[in-house]
């Protein structure tokens, strides 16, 4: 069974993660998105079962598609999950610097491989940091965040 996970804070899920989820989950028999869990040095941060919640509802009708908290180095939990991959997106060169780093860090500490996917040329410019911002001002931020699709969609 070829699993992999995707990780990160998700506050909120934006429709660049979505999309990530979306383009990644035919290579894969199992995705299983890991949401940071609550984090002192960011006491701001929606609760990690409130962002849980939101994906779960999101995915609920694919099987494949789990999602559950975690701690500590996605390598660890990458373990916990049996997952051989870690999927990454991928929105600029700044973004791929870091992730290349990383990916090299986690190949050597436990021989995980990474799968970059680049971001959709029209989402590059959406982050959750973007639109946390855009929350607090008052704008109206729901084209940045994915619908669940139905049988009419």
Known sequence: MRIAIFVGSFDPFTVGHDSIVR??????????????????????????VERMRVIEELYADEPAIEVKPYYGLAVDFAREQGAAYIIKGVRSVKDFEYEREQADINRQISGMETILLFAE?????VSSTVVRELRHFGQDVSMFLPVKKTAKS
């Open 121 to 125: 040329p029209h989402l590059a410019s």
């Open 23 to 48: 383009r990644a989950l035919p290579l894969f028999d199992r995705l299983v998105i890991g949401v940071v869990g609550d984090n002192v040095h960011k006491p701001d941060m929606c609760p990690a």
